[in-house]
Each structure stands twice: as structure tokens, then as C-alpha cells.
């Protein structure tokens, strides 16, 4: 191997190297920010459920949503 | 910790550019060696590599001592970003290394002290970094790697100190504080660059690196809230 050869693959395994480690660093920034939006959007829409049941169910039981209870 | 999040682009298009100019000055405008002729080229990414690599296991070494005294967790995603930057740069250290031995040296590994110290070193991170798997409770596993983190660092002061001590092939600092370096004007000035351009590359993957471990730590936090309500 001629010495062009040996600095070429020295070139190419530092470079290859950080590349590979940018685009796998990336990947993974691009992941986790998908994930932790996911995963509060589900925390909200479950809390608004946790708020919103039981005043449906308050409110379905109540003689204010115009159901009359039956012996009435 | 903040400013390295938030300076990402600025940090990585300025480390593109000294890296393509490094590049350039390394591999065309500097001279071939008179001993090693252009095999010496491997030298403007060895030695910035290896700096990088040493760089991060002394913030590790910092941010662990801080976590330690401080007990807060931000210290303990900065060494864990670190770690990671280290083991990758002395991977590359050592791969490099290698491929500029064997035309030199004749071969592609040797047991040289300082070699064999490299090696070490890269071996306690990976080390460390598997500990940081296998734990759990994020305070104990923080606890566990900040003590790895600061005993793997005195690998480091070994390192440079093993070309003085023992016999072995790798040669001596060619730059030493406040002393003339034995290099060529021009070689230095591309070795210099290169070493600012893989500075600025650390600075830009450290602070990517703890944006994700800011995102994880917020899942974390998440799930911990979710399954504290269920």
C-alpha cells in the first residue's frame, strides 16, 4: 500500500466515524423529541378525561340535564 | 451547559468550515515529513482526535466531582454526554493510531505503554457506560458513574506521563507550554487548526448529546408522573 493509501483510509474512518456518530445522534434527538410530545399529549388528554368524566357523570345522574327520575 | 444547547447551528456550521479548512491544510498545503513523508498527514486527525477524546473524560472527570459535591443531576447528564464523546474519539484515536503504525512502525498494534494506557482508558469508559445501562434508579446509577468517571480519569495523566517513564515506540510531546515545538511552521499551523476545528466538533456534539439527555430525563419524568397516578 502507497502512503495516499494509508492516509485515505485514515481519512475515511475518521470521517465515516463522525458522520455516523452526527447522523445516529440526530436520529436519536429526533426520536426522543417525538416521544416526550407524544407521550405529554396523551398525559393532557388523559387529565382533561379524568376532569371531564365525572362531571359528565355528575351530570348525567342531575335532573338539570331535563331526565326525570323514574317514581316521579 | 445551556449556551452549548442553544449555540447548535452556529457550533456546527463553524465546525464544518474548520474542518473542511483543516482538511485542506492537512492534506495539501502542509509538507510531507522528511522521515515519513505523507503518511505524517494521518497526524492532523490523530492528534486532534485524541485531544478531543482526553478533553471529554476530563469533563466527566469535572462533572462528576460536581455531581458528587452538588448531588444535582444536570452534572450527571453532562458526564454522561462526555463519557460518550470519549469513547468515540478514543475508538478513533486508536483506529487511526494504528493505520499510521503500520507503515511507520511496521505494525498495526504493539504493546507500548502508551498504547496499551489508550486502550485502558477506552476500556473503563465503555465500562462506565454499561454500568450507566444496567442501573435503574437514576440517583444510584449517577452516584455509581460519577466514582468510575473520576477514578477512570487518572488513566489520563498516565498516558502522557508513559512516554517519560517507559521505553516504548511512541514518541514524545511536540508541543510542550512555553517551549519551541519541533515542528515545521506550516505543519503547525495545520495541526493547530485541525485542533480548534475538532474542538468546535466536541463542543457541537456535547451540547446535541445533552439536549437528548434533557428530552430523556423529560420522559423519564413523564412516565415516573404517569405510573405515580396509576
Do not use: C
Not at chain 2, 415516573?224 to 396509576?230: D, F, K, L, T
Amino acid at each position: 500500500m502507497s502512503d495516499w493509501s494509508y492516509v485515505t483510509l485514515a481519512y475515511l474512518v475518521a470521517w465515516g466515524g463522525v458522520t455516523a456518530y452526527a447522523v445516529a445522534l440526530a436520529r436519536r434527538v429526533i426520536a426522543a423529541r417525538r416521544l416526550e410530545q407524544r407521550l405529554r399529549a396523551a398525559l393532557d388528554m388523559e387529565a382533561r378525561t379524568a376532569v371531564e368524566e365525572p362531571e359528565r357523570r355528575a351530570g348525567g345522574n342531575s335532573t338539570a340535564s331535563g331526565w326525570t327520575a323514574e317514581g316521579e | 451547559m445551556e449556551w452549548i444547547e442553544r449555540r447548535g447551528q452556529v457550533l456546527g456550521t463553524a465546525a464544518l468550515g474548520l474542518l473542511m479548512v483543516g482538511g485542506y491544510l492537512g492534506l495539501v498545503w502542509a509538507p510531507p515529513d522528511v522521515n515519513q513523508h505523507d503518511v505524517m498527514r494521518i497526524m492532523y486527525l490523530h492528534v486532534p482526535i485524541a485531544w478531543d477524546g482526553e478533553l471529554a473524560f476530563g469533563v466527566v472527570f469535572v462533572a462528576s466531582i460536581m455531581y458528587l459535591w452538588k448531588r444535582d443531576l444536570k452534572w450527571d447528564r453532562l458526564a454522561a454526554a462526555a463519557a460518550e464523546l470519549g469513547v468515540l474519539f478514543t475508538a478513533l484515536t486508536v483506529a487511526l493510531g494504528s493505520i499510521w503504525a503500520r507503515p511507520v512502525w511496521g505494525v498495526w498494534w504493539t504493546w507500548d505503554p502508551k498504547l496499551t494506557a489508550t486502550a485502558v482508558l477506552f476500556i473503563i469508559y465503555v465500562g462506565y457506560l454499561m454500568l450507566r445501562l444496567v442501573a435503574e434508579d437514576p440517583v444510584r446509577r449517577a452516584r455509581q458513574a460519577a466514582v468510575v468517571g473520576i477514578v477512570g480519569f487518572l488513566d489520563v495523566p498516565l498516558i502522557h506521563l508513559s512516554s517519560q517513564l517507559w521505553r516504548g515506540l511512541h514518541q514524545g510531546a511536540t508541543f510542550r507550554v512555553l517551549q519551541d515545538p519541533t515542528l515545521d511552521d506550516r505543519m503547525q499551523v495545520a495541526l493547530i487548526v485541525n485542533l480548534v476545528a475538532f474542538t468546535v466538533l466536541f463542543a457541537f456534539f456535547l451540547g446535541q448529546r445533552l439536549s437528548l439527555g434533557r428530552l430523556e430525563q423529560r420522559r423519564d419524568e413523564i412516565l415516573w408522573e404517569e405510573a405515580q397516578r396509576v
